[in-house]
């Protein structure tokens, strides 16, 4: 038994897509959640740049005492996520494209990657690609520019419609059957999405799995928390609270988000 809270960091707002799987998995589970909103987009930065911000985000979850760390950011996991087991006890938790069941479930033989350009360039990503599609053709596209629209709350907006189509199309010409969402901020695009592709092409996510992974590692290592009453959730941004709110309105009430200048 431990009831020390989990710690959940990403760029912005995208993390809580991973942060509901978690929560939906283990409504016990204290978390503390922060959304570097203010330094989005990661995908843009070097990796230098990307390391030194997961950092900082990690101290400030471990001055929380938190007993374990999701990096709920793809990028932050394929460019630091080995920085971060290297210098700190705590375990830690990733996210990075789902292209291996992708690869084993798709009939046409192409999958297609949307993902940042910190991922899509990072080595953890070309091993993925090679340990486990090697057989089949990816086609990868950096969404560049739908982190900020998410991140202004702009999901059912023209701009990221025509954005989304624009980096979709090629994936469709080379024909497509499994589309990755690489980015956890992409999760919150599927209702956009699902209008836009043809019914025969499923879109990978893969939140649950790291609900999943967080629970089997917190029970290896007997970091459980089994009070019976529901896990307080803290959130904190380094913006203003409102686009999060936003993206948290579908959260029950034990949830408090602040302002953090971090
Ligand atoms: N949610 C982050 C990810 O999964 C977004 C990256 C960014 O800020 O560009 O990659």
Redesign the pocket.
Known sequence: MNVKPIGIF???V??TSIWKEIHALMPHEDTIYLADSK???????TREEIIKLSVKNTELLLVRRCKLIVV???????NAISHLREKYDVPFIG?EPAIKPAALNSGTGTVGVL??K??LSSSLFLKTSKDHASEIRIVEREGVGL?PLIEAGKINSTETRLLLIRYITPMLEANMDHIVL?????PYLIPVLREILPPHVNIIDCGAAVAKQTLAVLKKFNLQNLKKSPGNAQFYTNTDIEVLTLFLEDVDNTKQISYLNF
């Not at 330094?39 to 930065?45: I, T, V």
């Not at 709920?72 to 394929?78: S, V």
């Not at 690489?182 to 992409?186: A, E, F, K, L, P």
């Open positions: 990403d760029s912005g995208g993390g330094n989005a987009p990661y995908g843009q930065k709920a950011c793809n990028t932050a996991t394929t996210i993902a940042t910190g991922t982190v690489g980015c956890t901020h992409y």
